[in-house]
């Protein structure tokens, strides 16, 4: 959990295999060990929600895995994630925000060969909301003691033939009954959309049916309700959390009755998590700070991974018997 840097100092110097999120600060003096590091300030903890810029959340490598591999993959090398994961294993990734590799492997993680044969989990590294702009969020290969503003860290993970990994995903939206949107470009940055095939400018979409930008865009990929999460209405433009793309239908959330209750109730009652993270719009938007999440311990992330980028979730990892 939330913990010193002289108590995680002293985990790592153990010989613990760790993942670990917290200020650059404390992560650039940490020593090298057997650990993956992102930058973060906030995170879910036994006593509810919370900003700490002193402490490291400090989360162990599920017991069950027997042996990792920690690498550091460049933009143009992400596609050799599932290549390198174990037969029977899972892989915890971080990504810095707004990086090339946050981009790519945003827009391409599906079609990277054998993507969703291996499972991989993790979160989207970022800042404190007042230094946005200011400062680059950053992951650490504890391993070498490097750290990279534009590189994904992977831990790869083998588990005995008798267990596996289950990614579990918590989404409290689902598609509203209103406009269809679909889009010509897929990316970050969207100036026009098709609104029930009519050609408009985003922004202005937004604005004229005062939409609520807490409500994400919700597409329907193949089964699973993937949601797109507004991060800023410009002029004629609109920056999102994850690209949309082009050929897909989405729609803007229906309203909730309440955001707090029904994210509360969403969370799973019997779940034995050994990996949790939770988005910061939930954070926000939930007005988690101070509210216990149901054991639900972890990183408030710019993004989480369930294989590939979502939004305005919750993922959690449980290993299981086969």
């Known amino acids: 959990m939330l913990t010193t840097l002289e108590n995680t100092v002293a985990s790592i110097k153990s010989g613990q295999r760790l993942i670990l999120a917290a200020d650059e600060s404390l992560l650039a003096k ?53 290549k390198d994961a174990y037969e029977n294993g899972v892989s915890f990734i971080i990504i810095p925000a707004t990086s090339q590799c946050h981009i790519r492997y945003a827009q391409n993680a599906p079609d990277y060969p054998d993507f969703f044969l291996h499972p991989i989990i993790g979160w989207i590294s970022g800042v404190h909301l007042d230094d946005l702009g200011k400062t680059k969020p950053k992951v650490f290969n504890g391993v070498d003691g490097s750290s990279y503003e534009d590189a994904a860290i992977v831990l790869h993970g083998k588990l005995p033939e008798n267990l596996y990994a289950n990614i579990g995903v918590v989404n409290v939206f689902e598609q509203g009954s209103d406009d269809v949107l679909t889009f010509e470009h897929e990316g970050f940055t969207v100036k026009d959309c098709f609104v029930n095939g009519t050609k408009k400018n985003f922004a202005a979409y937004i604005k004229e049916q005062k939409i609520d ?75 988690l700070e101070g509210k216990e999440t149901k054991g639900m311990y972890g990183p408030i992330t710019f993004g989480e991974i369930a294989y590939q980028l979502v939004n305005q979730t919750l993922v959690y990892l449980e290993i299981q018997k086969k």
Do not use: H
């Not at 906030?42 to 989360?59: A, H, L, Q, S």
């Not at 591999?69 to 596609?79: H, T």
């Not at 793309?245 to 029904?262: C, I, P, T």
């Open 213 to 287: 930008t807490r409500l994400p865009l919700v597409a329907d990929y193949s089964g699973a309700l993937i949601n797109i999460s507004i991060q800023t209405v410009k002029s004629d433009s609109v920056d999102l959390y994850a690209p949309v793309f082009s050929g897909v239908r989405y729609q803007f959330a229906k309203e909730l009755d309440s955001y707090m209750n029904q994210f509360d109730d969403a969370l799973p009652k019997n779940a034995n998590p050994s990996f949790t993270c939770n988005c910061i719009l939930n954070y926000l938007y939930s007005e």
């Open 30 to 82: 940490l020593p090298k060990g057997n650990w993956i590091g992102g930058t973060i300030p906030y995170f879910m903890d036994e006593k509810g929600g919370i900003m700490d810029r002193d402490r490291i959340f400090v989360r162990a490598v599920p017991d069950e895995i027997e042996e990792i591999r920690i690498k550091a993959y460049g933009q143009n090398e992400l596609s050799g994630i599932p």
